[in-house]
């Protein structure tokens, strides 16, 4: 029972006017493009005093590129977002810990982000669509609306509750922590690709090559495998369902965004784990999902019948 | 030593928080520290920024980490009220 009034109950706001919060979004997502910018101008730095990447620095991107790609779609979007599955604790720490790695903010911050986007997709209120601004102002089709919904969004957005958004992770004590404590994790995700290229080369020139491609240029593609999917997966495409979106599926990007690029399925069905609805629809991230749940890591796995799918299909 | 303005300050804070971890008001701690309640930085702004609509006060962006407990910030919120709402008369 309360002990305030009904009408003095204090509302929770879905955003808050904070221009310090603001500006640190804003400081976060430059430093993001420093840093790409860095990583490309260091292997390139390398690659032209006689030290071009190799099949070393290839296996180190794309094994760090997995680990946080996996840590963004298994863990911070399907798990711990739309909760489309139920995995062990020392999983859910491990995923938010990959998620961090990806430096795309914090687990808290992405959710409360990304469960916006849902509630307002292509209208106003989506931080990142490619047919309105936030504040509802629409955008002219073609370019505009593409670098908007692509990057420019990231550094403008509004600042989402996550009081509002985020209240099942506030009460998670334990994965409070790990959000905490995401710079960490970045770092982590930036000094363990340097140790390994420095391991295999023996080398310091062979450390410089994994914080490169292992640790900045692998974040740059990191990010540019959610702009994909904020931008071109709200674009171009097939509506397999119908949606009160503009949400598209996009297979050619489906190893790239590690099965994300299903989007049109994602948005029929947002608690949907494995996101394969059709034989072809190749789901990286669903198959991972899958894995955990054989080796009883995971259960609950979100996937949706056939007659759910049947109900929800576009009928032009 | 609590004051009434305290306290109502103090029973608004737990009311919000409660309603926000989704648990009674009588339950949440009001000596433990924000951060332990799993507020990150965005939620414990919009607390402060809430606490200031309510109390129609302008609060400084830092006062929810410089009296990081409910019972620190309501304390110091009731000792400066007469100086803020002398402020405020100064400016009309």
């Known amino acids: 029972m309360s002990s305030i009034a009904e009408s003095r109950r204090p509302v929770i706001a879905r955003t808050i006017e904070s221009p310090r919060m603001r500006r ?55 798990m711990f977002t739309h909760q ?16 961090s790695m990806a430096m795309q903010g914090t687990l808290k911050f992405w959710v409360a982000l990304h469960r916006r986007h849902h509630e307002h997709s292509d209208a106003p209120g989506d931080p990142h669509s490619p047919y309105v601004l936030e504040d509802g102002t629409p955008l002219r089709a073609g370019f505009a609306g593409f670098w908007h919904s692509y990057m420019a969004w990231s550094f403008g957005h509004e600042v989402p509750n996550s009081a509002f ?12 922590r790990v959000n905490d404590l995401y710079f960490v994790w970045v770092a982590a995700g930036l000094a363990l690709p340097a140790l390994a290229g420095g391991w295999i080369h023996g080398s310091w020139i062979g450390a410089l090559q994994g914080l490169a491609w292992g640790g900045l240029i692998r974040i740059y593609a990191g ?36 099965g994300e690029s299903w989007h049109n399925n994602h948005h029929a069905f947002p608690t949907a784990a494995v996101l394969r609805f059709r034989w072809y629809q190749f789901d990286p ?10 080796t009883g890591l995971a259960w609950d796995v979100g996937r949706p019948g056939k007659h759910a799918l049947d109900a929800k299909l576009n009928s032009n | 030593m609590s004051t009434q303005q305290q306290q109502d ?3 608004w804070l737990a009311d919000l928080i409660g309603e926000i971890l989704e648990m009674p008001p009588q339950e949440v701690d009001r000596t433990a ?30 006062v929810i980490y410089d009296y990081p407990t409910i019972r620190k910030l309501s304390q110091h919120l009731a000792e400066t009220a007469k100086a803020a709402e002398a402020a405020a008369e100064a400016q009309r």
Do not use: C
């Open chain 1, 24 to 78: 640190s979004q804003r400081r976060h997502a430059i430093a993001v493009v420093v840093l790409s910018a860095a990583g490309i101008l260091l292997a390139g730095g390398l690659a032209v005093a006689g030290h071009p990447p190799g099949l070393a620095e290839l296996a180190i991107f794309l094994v760090f590129f997995t680990i946080a790609g996996l840590g963004i779609s298994v863990g911070y979007h399907r």
């Open chain 1, 84 to 99: 489309s599955f139920k995995a062990k604790t020392p999983v859910r720490v491990a995923l938010a810990i990959m998620g």
């Open chain 1, 165 to 176: 958004y985020a209240r099942d992770l506030m009460r998670d004590r334990l994965i409070s």
């Open chain 1, 223 to 258: 990010h540019n495998m959610i702009w994909s999917i904020t931008s071109l997966t709200h674009i171009f495409g097939r509506r397999d369902f119908a949606t009160r979106d503009r949400s598209t599926n996009n297979g050619w990007l489906a190893l790239f965004t590690l």
């Open chain 1, 285 to 294: 991230s669903g198959l991972f999902v899958a894995a955990l749940e054989k």
């Open chain 2, 9 to 11: 300050i103090e029973n």
């Open chain 2, 33 to 62: 520290r924000f951060d332990r309640y799993g507020l990150d930085s965005v939620a414990a702004v919009s607390v402060s920024v809430a606490l200031g609509e309510h109390l129609g006060r302008e609060l400084d962006a830092t």
